[in-house]
């Protein structure tokens, strides 16, 4: 924070990159059309200015990984039998191939000035939780009702996050990620004018991931605050002290939250009831349960290569009106789980390159003990269980856009000459230790 966040110092081109980058973050909460807008300056900004050689960091397994989605859909629609529905699939991830080869082949230091741009994109969630707080308000003094119901289910999940026109869920990624950056800067920073600052923020942005009400993101923040921080950061006594104020301080927000009954209904209820297989309910949706059994047999009949890219939403609106599943078939639901969306779409193959994809995220963000990388793999780990994540162009755009962003903005690092790189790892984990600060 003690950086100007606007006037970088470097070549015009990369100022140019630096501000374009900055947009690509901060429209990330806003409609798609400033983030596609966004997108295509950059893209133009990157071709205006390529050379031959920044055409040597695309052939790298870095780049397999990012793109591999895009892959996966891609193979897999040779083989559909819903070619339009598959290509639409194959459009909406374009930008899981296109975001990482505009990256590569861009010679912006995105590493330099990762700190900057990921404390502008925080500052920029904060707002937009405190633009809805306002607008929930704004309701709550106009039809003048109690202050409470803010804890309502008027202002809760979706209905919290409608002025955004995004996703509760999807926006929660957002904001745990600009949450678990101020919680970082604020262990780093020496000021307490600063740290207030972050304290500041992060109460904010935590009543927002309470108020947006996913269980998938509370749980992967929790992981991240008791775990993958006191893991990667620090040691001896200082990484079991902060685990267990970390644990603490999770159970007193979870606890106050669930004093509230929409909260309580939000996030015990309704998890059983997604877990039960009693389909005769008055609910919205069918159980989540019932939905992955049903997914379960058609997977059951093309387990390895499944049905190809586009097949999932007319096989499950088949088998939801056999089974007389009606809420899901009404509503069109898909699996609203991304582990069985490649099943269904690419099978048991598709699946393992996706877990060799978060595998990737997860060995690169341990060994070089990136917070922000083991904090976004989490995040997406997580919510693919409870939702088919790149299934929408919002969610696909996080995921393309961040997985990009923190694996190139990695500290550069070489190997010293004649280390193996078993030799190099446990060098940069001594390292780490070392320079570990105390909490």
């Given at each position: 924070?003690?950086?100007?966040?606007?006037?970088?110092?470097?070549?015009?081109?990369?100022?140019?990159?630096y501000?374009?980058?900055?947009?690509?973050?901060?429209?990330?909460?806003?409609?798609?059309?400033?983030?596609?807008?966004?997108?295509?300056?950059?893209?133009?900004?990157?071709?205006?200015?390529l050379?031959?050689?920044?055409?040597?960091?695309?052939?790298?397994i870095?780049?397999l990984?990012?793109?591999?989605?895009?892959?996966?859909?891609?193979?897999?629609?040779?083989?559909?039998?819903?070619?339009?529905?598959?290509?639409?699939?194959?459009?909406?991830?374009?930008?899981?191939?296109?975001?990482?080869?505009?990256?590569?082949?861009?010679?912006?230091?995105?590493?330099?000035?990762?700190d900057?741009?990921?404390?502008?994109?925080?500052?920029?969630?904060v707002?937009?939780?405190?633009?809805?707080?306002?607008?929930?308000?704004r309701?709550?003094?106009?039809?003048?009702?109690?202050?409470?119901?803010?804890?309502?289910?008027?202002?809760v999940n979706?209905h919290?996050?409608?002025?955004?026109?995004?996703?509760a869920?999807?926006?929660?990624?957002q904001?745990?990620?600009?949450?678990?950056?101020?919680?970082?800067?604020?262990?780093?920073?020496?000021?307490?004018?600063?740290?207030?600052?972050?304290?500041?923020?992060?109460?904010?942005?935590?009543?927002?991931?309470?108020?947006?009400?996913?269980?998938?993101?509370?749980?992967?923040?929790?992981l991240?605050?008791?775990l993958?921080?006191?893991?990667?950061?620090l040691?001896?006594?200082?990484?079991?002290?902060?685990?267990l104020?970390?644990?603490?301080?999770?159970?007193?927000?979870?606890?106050?939250?669930?004093?509230?009954?929409?909260?309580?209904?939000?996030?015990?209820?309704?998890?059983?009831?997604?877990?039960?297989?009693?389909?005769?309910?008055?609910?919205?949706?069918d159980?989540?349960?019932v939905?992955?059994?049903?997914?379960?047999?058609?997977?059951?009949?093309?387990?390895?290569?499944?049905?190809?890219?586009?097949?999932?939403?007319?096989?499950?609106?088949?088998?939801?009106?056999?089974?007389?599943?009606?809420?899901?078939y009404?509503?069109?639901l898909?699996?609203?789980?991304?582990y069985?969306?490649?099943?269904?779409?690419s099978g048991?193959?598709?699946?393992?390159?996706?877990?060799?994809?978060?595998?990737?995220?997860?060995?690169?963000?341990?060994?070089?003990?990136?917070?922000?990388l083991?904090?976004?793999?989490?995040?997406?780990?997580?919510?693919?269980?409870?939702?088919?994540?790149?299934?929408?162009?919002?969610?696909?755009?996080?995921?393309?856009?961040?997985f990009?962003?923190l694996?190139?903005?990695?500290?550069?690092?070489?190997?010293?000459?004649?280390?193996?790189?078993t030799?190099?790892?446990f060098?940069?984990?001594?390292?780490?230790?070392?320079?570990?600060p105390?909490?």
């Open positions: 924070m003690k950086n100007k966040l606007l006037l970088t110092g470097d070549s015009l081109q990369n100022q140019i990159s501000y374009l980058i900055m947009l690509l973050l901060v429209t990330l909460p806003f409609d798609k059309f400033y983030s596609q807008t966004a997108f295509i300056c950059f893209a133009v900004h990157t071709l205006i200015h050379r031959c050689k920044d055409l040597d960091g695309l052939w790298n870095r780049n990984a990012l793109i591999s989605v895009f892959l996966i859909t891609l193979i897999s629609l040779t083989y559909t039998h819903f070619f339009n529905l598959g290509l639409d699939e194959l459009t909406r991830l374009l930008l899981v191939l296109l975001i990482p080869v505009f990256f590569a082949i861009n010679p912006f230091n995105f590493s330099k000035y990762r900057r741009l990921l404390l502008v994109f925080s500052v920029v969630c707002g937009c939780v405190l633009f809805l707080y306002t607008c929930a308000f309701r709550i003094i106009y039809f003048h009702l109690p202050l409470k119901s803010i804890f309502s289910d008027t202002f979706h919290f996050s409608a002025p955004l026109g995004i996703h869920t999807f926006f929660s990624l904001v745990a990620i600009a949450l678990v950056n101020l919680l970082l800067l604020a262990i780093k920073e020496t000021k307490w004018l600063y740290r207030c600052l972050c304290a500041a923020g992060m109460l904010f942005l935590t009543a927002g991931i309470v108020q947006l009400g996913s269980k998938a993101i509370l749980v992967a923040l929790v991240t605050v008791v993958a921080i006191p893991i990667l950061t040691r001896g006594r200082a990484r079991l002290r902060f685990a104020i970390s644990a603490a301080l999770s159970a007193m927000v979870i606890g106050g939250a669930l004093k509230a009954k929409s909260f309580k209904e939000r996030y015990v209820a309704e998890l059983k009831t997604d877990f039960s297989q009693n389909t005769s309910t008055n609910e919205s949706a159980p989540r349960l939905r992955w059994q049903t997914a379960a047999e058609i997977v059951y009949k093309r387990p390895i290569l499944g049905y190809g890219s586009g097949a999932e939403l007319p096989l499950l609106m088949d088998a939801y009106f056999q089974k007389k599943l009606y809420s899901s009404l509503f069109k898909n699996a609203h789980n991304q069985i969306t490649f099943l269904i779409t048991i193959v598709g699946l393992l390159f996706y877990l060799c994809t978060l595998g990737f995220g997860f060995a690169t963000a341990y060994i070089r003990h990136d917070v922000m083991m904090t976004f793999i989490l995040l997406i780990t997580t919510v693919s269980i409870s939702e088919s994540l790149l299934n929408a162009e919002k969610s696909v755009y996080f995921y393309a856009l961040f990009s962003f694996v190139y903005a990695l500290p550069r690092k070489t190997m010293a000459k004649g280390d193996t790189k030799q190099y790892f060098n940069q984990r001594a390292t780490k230790s070392a320079n570990s105390s909490f």
